[in-house]
């Protein structure tokens, strides 16, 4: 998923780019408007890539969480099964 973020990221400011020089055509210099969509394009790519480490970040704490659910439903289920066999041989 964040791979797939990455590449459509990229793919979006590979093409934004490829589109203006082909509407602007071959200059020497690029102008004024086109240095601000490229730093425009550059701070969007930044943010997405801060949303996307966060994200990750985010996604790495839940796996944690997660893992340290299952461990503590794994003993529950242990505890179970020793209440159960100490029941079954109380009678």
Known sequence: MQKLLKVSTTFLV?????C?????GCTSRA???EMKA?????AEVAS???EVNQKERDKAALDREVAEKDGKLQQ?????E?????LQNWK
Do not use: H, I, Q
């Open 14 to 18: 590979v093409g934004l780019l490829a």
């Open 20 to 24: 203006s020089m082909l509407v602007t």
């Open 31 to 33: 102008s004024e408007e």
């Open 38 to 42: 490229l730093s425009d394009m550059k």
């Open 48 to 50: 997405l890539n801060k």
């Open 76 to 80: 529950c289920a242990k505890d179970k």
């Open 82 to 86: 020793a209440v159960k066999t100490r």
